[in-house]
């Protein structure tokens, strides 16, 4: 469907996961159209907003900021109180993670998810946008994936998003929730952690350093932050689409030992690759190929993406240029 006029102005707005990579590229878009956004932050003894930081002054004070946790039902009731829309984009995220602490992975995403539902409910919310990852279809068993393909817990992780994921789906089929899951394809930018594939080859490359990589013959489909932002914000607005999952894709794959030499190329750097077998994930947990089907998300919220994937290295190498300094070396990588 062709995308149609919608007036964000004034209306309230809730981002979880809003110190993240993602959610903070989300909230200055929201602040941007006009909507009065709160955006929900995990608490730490820092008193820090996570990439929040980062953004402008003058819309970081447009902001309001709650500090919480999504597996404390009681805050999330608070946080969602009297907002039109939730993006909810709150996780724990890390794969590597996800084996050392599958507890804490399935707490956070799958209870957490569940708080944000009941919270929605109580709220009587107009919308509310949920966000999975391509990392549930696990290996590609045919390209390009559509949201028909078969789901696959290779990881703690993935397993944790599809229980999202159903619990959403049977918010919606159960009791009308009005949510829509969005299903980004390995999204990438300024702000992404180095534990990430593309921000760790930069930060090394950038550094000088000797690229420390796994397998390199993986292929992801790479989409650049800003299209996959302007995919949340037409789930939003977008009508008659409760109920559905979309895929936020380029419907293009490429490799990780290409990446790398496109970026080797645009910063003008020498590429000398190792392997690190620390960074190589369990045989049965490795996901070799992923490229999505991104038709339904043309036709149902009339997007597709604008930035070619060198268009979007540059853009990232660009501002790693100018914030390495937030990173720092660990054996293997970089860090932040």
């Not at 789901?151 to 009791?175: C, N």
């Not at 409760?242 to 970026?263: D, K, Q, W, Y």
């Not at 501002?319 to 390495?324: G, I, N, P, R, T």
Request: proline fraction near 5%.
């Amino acid at each position: 469907m062709p995308a149609t006029q919608f007036d964000w102005s004034g209306r309230p707005v809730l981002v979880t996961g809003a110190g993240g990579f993602i959610g903070s590229h989300l909230v200055a878009a929201l602040v941007g159209q006009g909507a009065v956004v709160r955006a929900l932050v995990r608490y730490n003894s820092l008193g820090t907003y996570g990439w929040l930081h980062d953004l402008p002054s003058d819309v970081l004070r447009q902001v309001d900021v709650m500090q919480g946790d999504l597996r404390d039902a009681d805050s999330i009731l608070r946080a969602v109180h009297g907002q039109e829309c939730v993006f909810h984009l709150g996780a724990v995220i890390s794969i590597p993670y996800s084996y050392v602490n599958p507890s804490e992975v399935a707490a956070v995403n799958i209870s957490g998810t569940l708080n944000v539902l009941n919270a929605c409910r109580a709220a009587d919310v107009r919308r509310l946008v949920h966000t999975s990852t391509s990392e549930v279809y696990g290996t590609a068993q045919y390209v390009p994936i559509d949201e028909s393909h078969p789901l696959q817990g290779q990881s703690p992780y993935s397993a944790s998003k599809i229980a999202a994921d159903k619990l959403v789906e049977s918010y919606w089929r159960t009791f009308d929730l009005p949510a829509v899951t969005v299903r980004p394809f390995n999204t990438y930018g300024p702000r992404q952690s180095a534990r990430a594939v593309i921000p760790n080859i930069i930060a090394q490359i950038l550094a000088g350093s000797t690229v420390t990589l796994g397998t390199l013959t993986t292929t992801r489909d790479f989409t650049y932050v800003d299209d996959t932002v302007a995919g949340f914000i037409r789930a939003a607005e977008a009508a008659d689409v409760a109920g559905l999952t979309v895929n936020l894709g380029t419907n293009t794959e490429v490799t990780i030992g290409e990446v790398a030499a496109t970026i080797a190329r645009i910063t003008g750097r020498p590429l000398d690759i190792v392997s690190d077998e620390r960074r190589i994930r369990p045989g049965k947990s490795e996901v070799r190929q992923l490229r999505s089907e991104n038709a339904l998300a043309k036709s149902a919220f009339g997007w597709e993406p604008k930035v070619p994937l060198e268009e979007g290295l540059a853009r990232t190498i660009a501002w790693f240029e100018s914030h390495l300094d937030l990173y720092h070396r660990a054996r293997g990588g970089y860090v932040i």
